[in-house]
Nanobody, 115 residues
Framework: QVQLVESGGGLVQPGGSLRLSCAAS????????MGWYRQAPGKERELVAS???????NYADSVKGRFTISRDNAKKLVYLQMNSLKPEDSAVYFC?????????WGQGTQVTVSS
């Protein structure tokens, strides 16, 4: 069974940076498109970035130009480099496939952007 474990979140001031990591254990297929999602209190989970196995990336308009998604297929890792963070980026961040392949959601990693 595949497990997804996110890490790298924390408290950062506006304008700061964080790098999130997602580690997949188990026999996850590298053919999956992987994505980073986020969910703020009282809001629905939204997809912010996705990346194909070949490295082609797409971003939500709200993070375009500030966030960069990458992946290491051999190590089964997915990263999200977040720069120029804004208070509205505060949320719990999750990784998973795009679209859903039925993998369980991890615990996520909390990102808080505040002065």
């Amino acid at each position: 069974q595949v497990q997804l474990v996110e890490s790298g979140g924390g408290l950062v001031q506006p304008g700061g940076s964080l790098r999130l990591s997602c580690a997949a254990s188990g026999s996850i297929k590298i053919i999956y498109v992987m994505g980073w999602y986020r969910q703020a209190p009282g809001k629905e989970r939204e997809l912010v970035a996705s990346i194909t196995p070949g490295g082609s990336a797409n971003y939500a308009d709200s993070v375009k130009g500030r966030f960069t998604i990458s992946r290491d297929n051999a190590k089964k890792l997915v990263y999200l480099q977040m720069n120029s963070l804004k208070p509205e980026d505060s949320a719990v961040y999750f990784c998973n496939t795009v679209p859903s392949q039925g993998l369980s959601w991890g615990q996520g990693t909390q990102v808080t952007v505040s002065s």
